[in-house]
């Protein structure tokens, strides 16, 4: 560890000084939560839905009223036949169709179960299932019968999409950042020829990683309490658990993807070939972390996959303490999983740094 | 403990895949002297000095520098060696004194001891004035005293200089040489490599590496005397004409001139010793150019290390 504090200092001295890193540092979390945190919504409302009532009785208005009551269903057209209906979902102008038959009043008076045709457009899977949201939970008083499943969803009663999106979103900011910040540094030293000089100090390889490291744990900490700060102002979030044990759960995921980067600094061979690396890693983080869809639906292998990469676990810990309100003790396998992830990359960047060439 | 010979190289040898880049290179420097290293590009010097550095294993051979060895003893090396290349390897969003201050501490100086030595390698540059500004701020000439500054924070007794003069200004230039004599004097060793023949002139001692081969050593006085350079029944002499272009073309195509190069205002000539002057003044006349005077001169680094250049490339 010989040189660990000149080159913390040495670190912070450049971070004060790079102004344009610093700027992009703040600027793109708030970016990307503007971004993700609105263009990703899953609260579908207000369903285009045309209607074939054949039965057009006092009963089968009553119905279709309802419906429209549950927020779901947007009536665009009132048509004669199931036949426009299935035209109107097949060109898009409606996303669902419902038709009632002809006889909806009379089967209701026998005290039977009438028989309603739903039709839903599946090619957007949200709003298919959404659609479905629409009856499952039906009117109140009627058609009587259909079974009234009383479904209580814990912790997001709302199934509000900005309480499990945002938590996440924190999760893929804070590594799109911390990654880029330190996958320049090696490859710039190497670019500026300042590396050079380097090699012929003694400075000690585990001092210049983690040296190098610090400033910017320190940096993405700041960050991490702006993006809280943000995603309460912008969109309403309020941690259920403790603020500081969320704080303290970061730092292994911070330290790992600071890490991750000072990898992809190693090999390396340009700053244009670290940004490639860096956009390499981003979208298995998105895609693989549970980040968009479960993990649970993930092929074996790719559920493998994405055990190794730190925004997995620390996903589960901002969903945790942020949503569940969950403490410490409840998460303690995600916390030592970023802690073993955080030293394998600190280590295989080491061995990767060589003090020598070739 | 003294070291007598600060480097030490026996048969040192480097292999990049099929190529040697440096082939069996035997070398010593004594302690307090200026050691001249020189050749042309890509004739293998950078990495006879990486390989001393401790930053490149040898192939082959081996060398002790500060009396450790090179292939197992990089880190003490390191720490016992100064360092400065030919391109401005410093940060440059830094100011020298924050660069000053990080080598010292990366040497493991902290405290009262490092502001003493910051200030006291400051002072041996002069560079007092610039201490607060980025030093990507600074010319070439203050880039190279700050990077000899930091080469020198650790109190190293040997250091290595890469081309430390390429794209200075000639005063710039002279003032670190006079610097490196100044230290030389004080007992530090400097390792130079360069392409300046009066900067090899001012060295007491010089390697000349060509095609990864070291093929002249001693002192410039030393190599001006050696026999390939001056051949059997050759001369040199000094001829000052009125268009010394017209007249070196004139001269070259001669028989009994081996060789004709011009320096300053003057063509210098390798001919054969039984041909008198007077064939030379001939020869001008006919070409319509009258000769100012003839004189015999002493070979010059640059045509010790041309002719032994040319010898070898004829073989």
């Known amino acids: ?358 | 403990m003294a070291i007598v010979n600060v480097i030490e190289a026996k048969g040192l040898t480097r292999r990049f895949g099929s190529f040697t880049a440096v082939d069996h290179v035997d070398l010593v420097v004594p302690a307090g002297s200026i050691y001249g290293f020189l050749g042309p590009n890509g004739s293998g010097k950078s990495t006879f000095i990486r390989m001393l550095c401790g930053v490149l294993q040898p192939s082959d051979g081996h060398a002790t520098v500060n009396g450790f060895d090179v292939a197992t003893e990089t880190e003490a090396i390191k720490r016992s060696i100064g360092y400065m290349s030919q391109s401005f390897s410093l940060y440059r969003d830094l100011s020298p004194a924050e660069n000053l201050d990080f080598f010292g501490g990366i040497y493991g100086l902290k405290g009262k001891e490092l502001k003493e030595r910051i200030h006291s390698v400051v002072e041996l540059v002069g560079l007092q004035k610039y201490m607060d500004q980025p030093s990507g701020t600074l010319s070439g000439g203050w880039k190279q005293r700050l990077a000899l500054a930091a080469a020198l924070i650790h109190e190293p007794p040997l250091v290595f200089l890469d081309e430390p003069t390429a794209g200075i200004d000639p005063v710039a230039r002279r003032s670190l040489w006079d610097l490196l004599f100044d230290l030389a004097g004080q007992g530090k060793t400097f390792f130079v490599s360069t392409h300046y023949m009066d900067e090899a002139e001012r060295c007491s001692g010089l390697g000349y590496i060509y095609l990864s081969k070291l093929i002249l050593k001693g002192t410039p006085a030393e190599l001006k005397r050696l026999p390939e350079v001056s051949p059997a029944g050759t001369r040199r002499i000094a001829v000052e004409t009125d268009n010394p272009s017209l007249a070196l073309r004139t001269l070259k195509a001669l028989k009994f001139v081996h060789d004709a190069t011009l320096v300053e205002a003057e063509v210098h000539l390798l001919m054969d010793t039984d041909t008198p002057d007077s064939e030379v003044t001939k020869a001008l006349l006919g070409a319509g150019l009258p000769s100012h005077g003839l004189r015999p001169i002493e070979p010059s680094l640059e045509d010790v290390f041309v002719t032994v250049t040319r010898s070898l490339d004829k073989t």
């Not at chain 1, 279709?64 to 009551?69: D, F, N, R």
Request: hydrophobic share 50%.
């Open chain 1, 1 to 358: 560890m010989n040189g660990f504090w000149s080159v913390v200092r040495k670190e912070f001295m450049h971070l004060r000084r790079d102004r344009t890193t610093l700027i992009i540092a703040f600027v793109l979390p708030i970016i990307q939560m503007i971004i993700f945190g609105y263009a990703i919504n899953f609260d579908v409302r207000h369903i285009q839905t045309a209607v074939a009532d054949l039965d057009n009785s006092r009963e089968s208005r009553q119905y279709l009223a309802e419906l429209h009551a549950g927020e779901y269903i947007d009536y665009v057209a009132n048509v004669s036949s199931p036949d426009i209906v299935a035209q109107m979902l097949k060109n898009g102008s409606a996303r669902v169709g419902i038709t009632i038959p002809k006889g909806f009043a009379r089967t209701m008076l026998h005290g039977e179960n009438p028989q309603v045709g739903v039709m839903i457009d599946g090619s957007d899977a949200q709003v298919s299932v959404r659609a479905r949201f629409a009856f499952v939970s039906p009117p109140s008083k009627l058609p009587p019968g259909v079974a009234d499943a009383r479904i209580n969803v814990l912790f997001n009663p709302d199934s509000k999409t900005a309480n499990f999106m945002i938590p996440g979103l924190i999760a893929v900011i804070l590594q799109i950042v911390t990654v880029a910040l330190t996958a320049f540094s090696i490859v710039r030293e190497k670019e500026m020829g300042t590396l050079e000089q380097l090699m012929v100090t003694p400075v000690g390889r585990l001092a210049l990683m983690i040296g190098k490291l610090v400033p910017y744990a320190v940096l993405a900490m700041v960050e991490l309490v702006c993006v809280l700060v943000l995603s309460n102002l912008l969109f309403g979030v309020i941690s259920r658990g403790h603020l500081l044990t969320l704080s303290v759960m970061s730092i292994p995921f911070v330290v790992a993807s600071l890490a991750l980067g000072l990898l992809i600094s190693t090999v390396a061979q340009t700053q244009g070939q670290a940004l490639q690396f860096t956009q390499l890693t981003l979208l298995p983080s998105i895609l693989l972390s549970g980040y968009v869809s479960p993990r649970e639906t993930m092929p074996g292998w790719l559920y493998l996959i994405s055990t190794f990469l730190p925004a997995t676990h620390y996903m589960q810990i901002t969903r945790g303490i942020i949503v569940r309100g969950a403490g410490f003790t409840d998460l303690i396998p995600q916390f030592l999983a970023l802690i073993a992830i955080a030293t394998v990359l600190i280590v295989a960047s080491t061995t990767r740094f060589k003090k020598s060439i070739a």
